[in-house]
T-cell receptor
Framework: AQSVTQPDIHITVSEGASLELRCNYS??????LFWYVQSPGQGLQLLLK??????LVQGIKGFEAEFKRSQSSFNLRKPSVHWSDAAEYFC????????????FGQGTTLQVKP | DTAVSQTPKYLVTQMGNDKSIKCEQN?????MYWYKQDSKKFLKIMFS???????INETVPNRFSPKSPDKAHLNLHINSLELGDSAVYFC????????????FGEGSWLTVV
């Protein structure tokens, strides 16, 4: 069965430090991969996506993610975190290009220290 | 302009009541969804409609009934609300061609007391 695991439930980083959020997926075919961010009391905003091609994808707000098929991973990175990046981050895999159904990970809460 | 808009944003109601959440998208997408986020922030798909036709129904209780009057609208009606229905309900939309990137609304916070 398809699944997404975000091993880190909660991460705290200092402002200006680099960030990496981990995501591992289980899916038999070529996955469609997404990262969404949810600020407190807000909806889900798409940060970036991977469908095919270049395995390093750039997103909004200075985020990037790298697809590694051999490791079944799609980790999210940012070189320098800003206080406004504090939020909940969700990794998701699209299990069908036709239905658009997403399987989400359990989310990682990012706290940013001043 | 909000791409996917849903109303109401907050809803507090008593057990046993019937309530509806409305959703509209102005992106011209052909597919709309309802996702549920529980108290542990876990997100799961409930329904998906493509051009007003139901294509995904993820073993949701019959008390939940989606209705799509046209492809720009997908409403969610919930009968006989239970405490366990308290959650955040997200409407979303996508276009089938081009990979189906899903865009979410801002959520409707439902509290059943």
């Amino acid at each position: 069965a398809q699944s997404v695991t975000q091993p880190d439930i909660h991460i705290t980083v200092s402002e200006g430090a680099s960030l990496e959020l981990r995501c591992n997926y289980s899916y038999g075919a070529t996955p469609y991969l997404f990262w969404y961010v949810q600020s407190p009391g807000q909806g889900l905003q798409l940060l970036l996506k991977y469908f095919s091609g270049d395995t390093l994808v750039q997103g909004i707000k200075g985020f990037e993610a790298e697809f590694k098929r051999s490791q079944s991973s799609f980790n999210l990175r940012k070189p320098s975190v800003h206080w406004s990046d504090a939020a909940e981050y969700f990794c998701a895999v699209g299990v069908s290009s036709n239905t658009g159904k997403l399987i989400f990970g359990q989310g990682t809460t990012l706290q940013v220290k001043p | 302009d909000t791409a996917v808009s849903q109303t109401p944003k907050y809803l507090v109601t008593q057990m046993g009541n019937d309530k509806s959440i409305k959703c509209e998208q102005n992106l011209g997408h052909d597919t709309m969804y309802w996702y549920k986020q529980d108290s542990k922030k876990f997100l799961k798909i409930m329904f998906s409609y493509n051009n007003k036709e139901l294509i995904i129904n993820e073993t949701v209780p019959n008390r939940f009934s989606p209705k799509s009057p046209d492809k720009a609208h997908l409403n969610l009606h919930i009968n006989s609300l239970e405490l366990g229905d308290s959650a955040v309900y997200f409407c979303a939309s996508s276009q089938t061609e081009g990979g189906n990137t899903i865009y979410f609304g801002e959520g409707s916070w439902l509290t059943v007391v």
